[in-house]
């Protein structure tokens, strides 16, 4: 069993930055993919960014290539999500996500294992 969880979310204006980070318990998160969604009020949970569990491979979503990166520390059993320039589209509620295995990919439902989220507000 793995549990996530979340921090780093805040209120920040627009060309900001923020770091968010997710803690994961258990011995297996070296085997796990991790990735991060979020999910802004009224619409669906979309994809932000994925790494494999080596963090040899990452994915973004076209909206935050440029402006996100995602990262991994497997000493301290974190990913994280390094966010620049924000904007006011970026408000959402950031869920962290693992699943056992290497890829990474975009679909939600292949994750097995979420955060509680964190909310990230920018104002413009």
């Known amino acids: 069993q793995v549990q996530l969880v979340e921090s780093g979310g805040g209120l920040v204006q627009a060309g900001g930055s923020l770091r968010l980070s997710c803690a994961a318990s258990?011995?297996?998160?070296?085997?796990?993919?991790m990735g991060w969604f979020r999910q802004a009020p009224g619409k669906e949970r979309e994809f932000v960014a994925a790494i494999s569990w080596n963090a040899d491979s990452t994915n973004y979503a076209d909206s935050v290539k440029g402006r996100f990166t995602i990262s991994r520390d497997s000493a301290k059993n974190t990913v994280y999500l390094q966010m620049n320039n924000l904007k006011p589209e970026d408000t959402a509620v950031y869920y962290c996500?693992?699943?056992?295995?290497?890829?990474?990919?975009?679909?939600?439902?292949?994750?097995?294992?979420w955060g509680q989220g964190t909310q990230v507000t920018v104002s413009s």
């Open positions: 996500a693992g699943r056992l295995g290497y890829g990474t990919g975009s679909i939600a439902a292949a994750y097995n294992y």
């Open positions: 258990g011995r297996t998160f070296n085997r796990f993919a």
